[in-house]
């Protein structure tokens, strides 16, 4: 089963529900923020190097998170839709393969890290995931 999620920010987006060992899709608008985290403006991707999006097991603030997921723009998991640059918002489609949480369950965190031309990364927030064990049928 394949289900598709659209996300218009990562700041405050809700908590989604997946089932480890299933194809999903993240349709992800990605934006500048002010101070208070409310969007601004469209993030221009078209001159980009790198987006990742990570998906890490949630953690007490002074624990380190390692990434359980690591989906990239270079090798195909993460597609520009539409790039931003003509100041209508971005499209950004993260696939995530039933492999990569076939073996995964609990509460985790999303990020996106978006790498500029110039090299600069910028880290656009986070929201939740909780992964179900996947029911068997033996």
Same mark, same amino acid.
């Given at each position: 089963?394949?289900?598709?999620?659209?996300?218009?920010?990562?700041?405050?987006?809700?908590?989604?529900?997946?089932?480890?060992?299933?194809?999903?899709?993240?349709?992800?608008?990605?934006?500048? /923020?002010? $101070?208070?985290?409310?969007?601004?403006?469209?993030?221009?991707?078209?001159?980009?190097?790198?987006?990742?999006?990570?998906?890490?097991?949630?953690? =007490?603030?002074?624990?380190?998170?390692? &990434?359980? =997921?690591?989906?990239?723009?270079?090798?195909?998991?993460? =597609?520009?839709?539409?790039?931003?640059?003509?100041?209508?918002?971005?499209?950004?489609? =993260? /696939?995530?393969?039933?492999?990569?949480?076939?073996?995964?369950?609990? &509460?985790? %965190?999303?990020?996106?890290?978006?790498?500029?031309?110039?090299?600069?990364?910028?880290?656009?927030?986070?929201?939740?995931? $909780?992964?179900?064990? %996947?029911?068997?049928? /033996?």
């Amino acid at each position: 089963m394949t289900r598709v999620r659209q996300l218009s920010n990562l700041h405050g987006c809700e908590t989604i529900f997946m089932n480890g060992g299933s194809s999903e899709f993240l349709f992800l608008s990605l934006y500048h /923020t002010d $101070i208070d985290g409310e969007p601004t403006s469209p993030i221009d991707l078209s001159t980009i190097n790198e987006i990742e999006w990570l998906l890490a097991p949630r953690s =007490v603030i002074r624990e380190k998170s390692v &990434a359980k =997921v690591h989906a990239k723009y270079t090798t195909g998991e993460v =597609v520009i839709i539409s790039d931003g640059s003509d100041g209508q918002p971005n499209r950004v489609q =993260v /696939t995530i393969a039933p492999y990569s949480t076939q073996n995964l369950v609990g &509460a985790f %965190r999303h990020q996106v890290i978006v790498t500029d031309g110039g090299g600069a990364q910028f880290v656009l927030g986070m929201g939740d995931i $909780i992964i179900n064990r %996947r029911i068997q049928t /033996t």
